[in-house]
């Protein structure tokens, strides 16, 4: 679709000033590549974090929800901005999304035109680029870097920040502590127009490097491996071979016996940021905002540690497409409610305005959840659609998951027998229908990614 320019799409929404009680308070928690090994989900038997179930438990948990792609730069991208990969060209973390964000009416933006004080820090979008500027938040507060000590290649892979270890530093040192601590402040801060406050959690991104304290939660001789299966690539077609690429980084960590200290790190870069987050939400309930502020969690996709010899995100499986998302509204969800129907995170913006009081801009397609946040069983015939570059697919309806790869190759996994998709059924004529029905959610029409900037140019434009 031909995206309109700025002062269009602004002025199809109604600019007006908002007073506080009007319009609730929006306490926005973005992570980065938290899949599903949360207690509450269940992704991994070790997996601990107390305080992101806590936070979960406020409102409803949607179960069954999906990135828009499986790459930090286009799932931001996508549930920022209310467009998809395929509306947008923006496929991947190398193309380019500022040049469409900055003519496009983002979540930020359009509070901001409506009269919130907003507020972000750490990583929302991919790359502040021109996202990070004051004419698009109230404040923008950028990175919390880590100080102290470094480390690196600390696993012999010598894949760069694909690597984890215990860190000798305070955990006050960590960006991700910092980050808490200035959203805590803004939490505390009175204001006469409502806030939404963007908090963008780094971890538990790679590398992890956490403090030890966090390792020796997870005693290395303790750590079970996730569930997987020896031969689980033997029914996947060529395309899902070439996403999963075994001979990379399986290879690799296999070959140098880390498997286990992997599921380790990340065991405990999550309990690191879980501890951040038991941080923010216990500010949030001493602060007199509580009774007025609408949490919605989400973490821009999921990740695979080996399962069908994949690590990273970067393909259609459950494992990289599913990820944490909930979200409370005081007054109106009900306190450790589930919601299992299928949902994706071009969700996030309607819903987001339409608990606000604010009007959904008309580029912004998805459907709003407000029935589902109601009742968790409302009906709901929407599916969830991930996108991994241009004319690949993931779709998820409420059993089935059907993966479409450009080429024309497909899987097809039953959760209600297979919940860790070993069983491609993609050839068994009698579930063509139910490939046929989810089929309907891949588009009919893909952009083409923006052109690559030569690297020759981009030399000499640095210097
Ligand atoms: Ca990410
Ligand atoms: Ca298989």
Redesign the pocket.
């Known amino acids: 679709m031909k995206i309109a320019p700025l002062f269009l799409l602004l002025a199809l929404s109604v600019v007006t000033r908002v007073e506080a009680s009007d319009h609730p308070d929006i306490l926005f928690i973005a992570i980065d590549d938290l899949n599903d090994w949360t207690s509450g989900l269940g992704g991994h038997p070790q997996a601990d974090t107390p305080n992101i179930d806590r936070l979960m438990a406020r409102g409803v948990t949607f179960t069954n929800a999906h990135c828009a792609a499986p790459a930090c730069n286009p799932s931001r991208a996508a549930l920022m901005s209310g467009l998809r990969p395929f509306e947008t060209g923006i496929y991947t973390n190398s193309d380019n999304a500022a040049p469409v964000l900055k003519n496009t009416l983002t979540i930020n933006r359009h509070f901001l035109a409506n009269g919130y004080r907003v507020l972000g820090g750490g990583k929302i979008y991919h790359g502040g680029g021109s996202e990070g500027r004051n004419d698009t938040w109230t404040e923008w507060k950028g990175n919390f870097p880590t100080t102290g000590k470094k480390i690196s290649n600390v696993n012999g892979l010598k894949k760069s920040h694909f690597d984890w270890g215990p860190l000798d530093v305070e955990t006050e040192d960590m960006g991700d502590t910092k980050l808490t601590d200035w959203a805590i402040s803004e939490l505390q801060k009175s204001s006469d127009v409502p806030i939404f406050l963007a908090v963008g959690y780094v971890k538990p991104h790679l590398p992890w490097y956490v403090p030890r304290e966090y390792f020796e939660r997870f005693p290395l001789d303790k750590v079970s491996l996730p569930a997987f ?1 020896d ?6 077609p060529p395309a899902g071979v070439k996403m999963a690429k075994p001979e990379g980084d399986h290879a690799a960590v296999v070959k140098g016996d880390q498997w286990h200290k992997a599921v380790q790190g990340y065991l405990a870069t999550v309990s690191y940021l879980d501890d951040q987050v038991g941080r923010l939400l216990t500010a949030l309930e001493e602060s007199p905002r509580n009774e007025d502020t609408i949490v919605v969690l989400w973490s821009d996709h999921g990740w695979h540690l080996g399962e069908k010899e994949h690590w990273r995100k970067f393909a259609l499986w459950e494992e990289a497409t599913r990820t944490v998302f909930a979200i409370s509204v005081p007054g109106m969800t009900k306190a450790d409610t589930r919601c299992s129907a299928p949902v994706d995170f071009m969700s996030v913006y309607p819903t987001v305005c339409v608990l606000s009081g604010l009007p959904i801009p008309e580029h912004v397609k998805g459907p709003s959840l407000l029935p589902l946040l109601k009742d968790v069983n409302a009906p709901w015939n929407h599916l969830a659609l991930c996108t991994h570059g241009r004319g690949n697919h993931g779709i998820r309806g409420p059993r089935y998951r059907y993966i479409r790869y450009a080429n024309g190759d497909e899987e097809l996994y039953d959760h209600k027998t297979d919940p860790m ?4 059924l993609a050839d068994r004529p009698d579930l063509s229908a139910v490939k046929a029905q989810l089929a309907r959610a891949i588009p009919e029409k893909e952009v083409p990614a923006p052109p690559t900037k030569s690297k020759n140019k981009t030399k000499k434009s640095k210097k």
């Open positions: 299966e031969g689980d690539l033997n029914d996947i998709e070993y069983v491609n």
